[in-house]
């Protein structure tokens, strides 16, 4: 069956960096366009970014723009998301994510991540 | 990149039907047949109970239905249940080739 195993999250001080990972599998994982989704304490799910099925196209929303880049490495199965300049506003659990409106939808557990001095 | 606005909350008693309504822009949900739902209970990962509007996924129950018309997308849960209790999301494709979701709903069973 599906399954999308985030790792890499993590204490953090304001203005440094962390690099989340997801790997994937039960699925052709090349073939399916892949998100971050994040959700901050006790607060809404937030779109993060989307790396097309061929790593050719990435997308970002606006609040992590500049700052996070999303990559994948097809030959390993694996999602990757790169947050630099961190603030206390990224503090969050990152999910890892497949067609999120389409019908073969798929989440992982999440990681946390927790920015703070 | 504005969220899609839920209501807060909405209740209902068990058996009654309760709707749950998803307002975007002609941008995003008025534009692409692309939102789907999400219930997601304390601790767990979201669930995806629609998609593509109103298409539901294998294993969800035929209690849950979607819609939409003009910028506003809808959820109805139907012979509401206890375990019905949870915070759903909408969520969009959009114009920029970007994601929303909505702001969330927390459905209360009486």
Not at chain 1, 37 to 59: F, H, I, N, T
Not at chain 2, 13 to 23: A, D, E, L, V, Y
């Amino acid at each position: 069956q599906v399954q999308l195993v985030e790792s890499g999250g993590g204490v953090v001080q304001p203005g440094r960096s962390l690099r989340l990972s997801c790997a994937a599998s039960g699925f052709t994982f090349s073939a399916y366009d892949m998100h971050w989704v994040r959700q901050a304490p006790g607060k809404g799910l937030g779109w993060v970014a989307l790396v097309s099925y061929d790593g050719s196209r990435k997308y970002y929303a606006d609040s992590v723009k500049g700052r996070f880049t999303i990559s994948r490495d097809n030959s390993k199965n694996t999602l990757y998301l790169q947050m630099n300049s961190l603030t206390t506003d990224d503090t969050a659990l990152f999910y890892c994510a497949k067609d999120i409106v389409g019908p073969t939808a798929a989440w992982g557990q999440g990681t946390l991540v927790t920015v703070s001095s | 990149q504005s969220a899609l606005t839920q209501p807060a909350s909405v209740s209902g008693s068990p058996g009654q039907s309760i709707t749950i309504s998803c307002t975007g822009t002609s941008s995003d949900v008025g534009g692409y047949n692309y939102v789907s739902w999400y219930q997601q209970h304390p601790g767990k990962a979201p669930k995806l109970m629609i998609c593509e509007v109103s298409n539901r996924p294998s294993g969800v129950s035929d209690r849950f239905s979607g819609s939409k018309s003009g910028n506003t997308a809808s959820l109805t849960i139907s012979g509401l249940q206890a375990e019905d209790e949870a915070d759903y999301y909408c969520s969009s494709y959009t114009s920029s080739s970007t994601y929303v979701f909505g702001t969330g709903t927390k459905v209360t069973v009486l």
